[in-house]
C-alpha cells in the first residue's frame, strides 16, 4: 500500500477513537452528575427533580415520601444520626447536634467516637462491629455540650449498602438517648429509697429505745417503792429519835431523787416525739406556784436558801395541765436551788402584761455563761461540770420545761449576766378570762378500813407496802404471783386490789382482764400499781379493766386518797 493510499484509512481511525473518547467523557460527567444528585438527596439536600427533554420540563419533588420521614428524625427526643463505614456522621439531626454541642454543619463529616469518653472508645469500636450483623444496644459517656459528661445509651443497627457505590455508603444508623434525666431520676429514687430505709431504722430505734427506757424505769422503780415504803414506816415509828428522823428524812429525799431523774428521762423521750397528751382546764397560778414549792422545799431548806414568792393579789388563770406546768415550775426552782451556792436568794414573781402571764424564777447562783447561753435549754446541757459533780443531774430537766411550755402555746427565756451573777428564767403563758365557778378544793375523807390485796412479784415491794397500810387502819394481804392472786381474790374477797402489770408468766394485765370477767367480785376496785408510766401504758391498764394507774414508787398521798 502506497503512502497516499495509507493517510485516509488512519486519518478516519484516528477520528473515530477521538469521538468515542468524547463521548465516555461525557457520560462520565453525567454520571458523576447523577451521583452527586443521588449523594444531595441521601442527603436531604434536594426536596425536587427537574427534568427537561426536547419536548418540555417536568418537576418530580421528593417531599411527599421524604417529609414525614425527615419531620419525624427531627422531633426526635434522641439525638438521630447515620455512620459510614469508617464512622463518620453522614447525617445528624438537630437534636444530637444540641446533646453533643456542636452545630449541624460542623458536626457532619465528624468521627463520632470523638464524643465518645476516652476510655470507651475500644468497646464503642466493638460495638460497631457487631451492629453490622444486628442491632446492638450499649450505655457509654458522651462528651456533652460545654464539655459535660454525659450518660448515654446508643443503639447501632445496620443500613443497606449500595451494590455498587464507590465512595462509603452510610453503614449504620446511630441513635443517642440522653440518660442524664433518668440516672438522676434513678439517683432520686434510691436517695428516697434509702432515706426511707433510714427513716424506718431510725423509727425502730426509737421504739428500741422508747422499750428500753420503759424497762429501765421499770426496774429502776421496783427496788425504790420498798425503799420508799420502808422510810415513810421508819418516819412514823422513829418520831421520838431526831437522829433517826435525820437519817430517814435523807433516805426519803435521795429516793425522791431518783424517782425524779427516772421520770424525766421518760419524759423527755416522749416530748420529743410529741407523745404527751395534756388535760387541760383552767389552771390558778398561785396554788400552781404553792404546789411546785412544795415539791422542791425538801432541796430548798437542805441548802438553806431563802425562797421569796410574790404571788398576785387577784387569781389569774391559764389554759393547761396543771400537772405538767407544775413540774414546769418546779424543774425551774430545783434548778435554780441545785445551782445557787448554799444561804442564796430564790425569788418568784408573777406579773400580767397584753393577755399574757409572765412568771419569773430569779436566783442568786452561779449563773449562765454567755456561750451556754443559746444553748441551755438543748438537751444534756449543763454548766461546766467538775469531778465532784457537785450538781448532779442529767441536763435535761430545763429541755423539758421548754417542752412542756411551748406544748401549752408559752415560751420560756433563760437571761443571765454572766458568772456569779445569777439567772433568770421566765415562762410565758396566755392569759384566761377566771372561771364562772370556782373549783371547790375537794378536801379527803378520812380513811375507811380497806380489805386490801398486794399483788407484786418483788417481795420486799409488796411486804412493806402491807406493813404500810395495815399502819394506816387496813387490812391488807399479799400475793407474789398472778395464780395466787386469783386465788386469792376468791378467798379475801378485796375491796381493792394493787396489782403489779409486770409479773412473770401472767401479766397483770391478763389478770385484771380474767377479774373483771368473774361475776362474783362486782364493785372491786383495781389500781394498777407498776414501774411502767407511759401514756401508753396508761392506756393499755386502761383497756384491760384497771381503775386507776399509780406509779411506783407510789406517792402515799395519792394511795391513801385512792383507798378513801
Do not use: W
Amino acid at each position: 500500500m502506497s503512502a497516499a493510499e495509507e493517510t485516509p484509512a488512519v486519518f478516519e481511525l484516528q477520528q473515530r477513537l477521538t469521538v468515542q473518547e468524547a463521548e465516555c467523557r461525557a457520560l462520565r460527567l453525567e454520571l458523576e452528575e447523577a451521583k452527586g444528585v443521588v449523594d444531595a438527596i441521601r442527603r436531604g439536600e434536594i426536596d425536587a427533580l427537574l427534568v427537561s427533554d426536547p419536548e418540555g420540563a417536568q418537576v418530580f419533588t421528593l417531599e411527599g415520601a421524604d417529609q414525614p420521614y425527615r419531620i419525624m428524625v427531627e422531633s426526635m427526643s434522641e439525638g438521630a444520626a447515620t455512620l459510614v463505614a469508617d464512622g463518620t456522621l453522614a447525617y445528624a439531626n438537630s437534636r444530637l447536634a444540641a446533646l453533643l454541642g456542636m452545630p449541624l454543619e460542623r458536626l457532619l463529616g465528624q468521627p463520632f467516637a470523638d464524643f465518645v469518653a476516652p476510655a470507651e472508645r475500644a468497646r464503642f469500636a466493638a460495638a460497631c462491629t457487631a451492629a453490622r450483623s444486628g442491632q446492638h444496644v450499649e450505655e457509654f459517656a458522651v462528651r456533652g455540650a460545654g464539655g459535660c459528661r454525659l450518660p448515654a445509651l446508643i443503639a447501632l443497627s445496620p443500613l443497606r449498602q449500595a451494590a455498587a457505590a464507590r465512595e462509603p455508603a452510610p453503614a449504620l444508623c446511630l441513635v443517642v438517648t440522653d440518660l442524664t434525666e433518668s440516672q438522676r431520676n434513678a439517683d432520686l429514687t434510691l436517695a428516697i429509697s434509702r432515706r426511707e430505709a433510714a427513716e424506718a431504722e431510725l423509727r425502730l430505734a426509737v421504739r428500741q429505745k422508747d422499750a428500753f427506757l420503759a424497762m429501765l424505769a421499770h426496774e429502776l422503780r421496783n427496788p425504790l417503792s420498798p425503799i420508799r415504803h420502808a422510810s415513810e414506816l421508819l418516819t412514823r415509828s422513829l418520831r421520838a429519835d431526831p437522829r433517826a428522823q435525820s437519817l430517814v428524812a435523807m433516805i426519803a429525799r435521795q429516793t425522791e431523787h431518783l424517782s425524779r431523774l427516772v421520770d424525766d428521762l421518760l419524759d423527755v423521750a416522749r416530748i420529743a416525739q410529741n407523745r404527751i397528751v395534756l388535760k387541760k382546764g383552767p389552771v390558778e397560778i398561785g396554788s400552781l406556784i404553792d404546789q411546785a414549792v412544795e415539791t422542791v422545799q425538801a432541796i430548798i431548806s437542805e441548802k438553806g436558801h431563802r425562797l421569796r414568792v410574790d404571788k398576785p393579789k387577784t387569781p389569774l388563770y391559764v389554759h393547761g395541765d396543771r400537772a405538767r406546768l407544775a413540774q414546769s415550775l418546779s424543774n425551774l426552782l430545783h434548778n435554780a436551788a441545785k445551782y445557787t451556792d448554799p444561804g442564796g436568794a430564790i425569788t418568784v414573781t408573777v406579773a400580767a402584761s397584753a393577755g399574757q402571764l409572765e412568771l419569773e424564777v430569779r436566783d442568786s447562783g452561779i449563773g449562765i455563761a454567755d456561750s451556754l447561753l443559746p444553748h441551755v435549754f438543748d438537751l444534756f446541757v449543763q454548766s461546766e461540770r467538775t469531778l465532784d459533780r457537785a450538781q448532779g443531774g442529767l441536763g435535761i430537766g430545763l429541755s423539758i420545761v421548754k417542752g412542756l411550755v411551748e406544748m401549752h402555746g408559752g415560751t420560756v427565756h433563760a437571761a443571765s449576766a454572766g458568772a456569779q451573777s445569777g439567772s433568770t428564767f421566765t415562762i410565758s403563758l396566755p392569759l384566761i378570762a377566771p372561771p364562772e365557778t370556782a373549783r371547790q378544793e375537794c378536801r379527803p375523807l378520812p380513811a375507811a378500813r380497806r380489805r386490801v390485796l398486794i399483788v407484786d412479784d418483788n417481795v420486799d415491794a409488796a411486804d412493806s407496802l402491807a406493813l404500810l397500810l395495815e399502819s394506816d387502819g387496813h387490812e391488807a394481804q399479799t400475793a407474789y404471783s398472778a395464780s395466787t392472786a386469783l386465788e386469792a381474790v376468791e378467798r379475801l374477797r378485796p375491796e381493792v386490789v394493787l396489782l403489779d402489770v409486770g409479773l412473770p408468766h401472767i401479766d397483770g394485765y391478763e389478770v385484771a382482764r380474767r377479774l373483771r370477767a368473774r361475776a362474783s367480785v362486782p364493785g372491786m376496785r383495781l389500781i394498777a400499781l407498776t414501774g411502767y408510766g407511759r401514756d401508753e401504758d396508761r392506756e393499755r391498764a386502761r383497756q384491760a379493766g384497771f381503775d386507776d394507774h399509780l406509779l411506783k414508787p407510789a406517792d402515799i398521798a395519792v394511795l391513801q386518797q385512792l383507798l378513801t
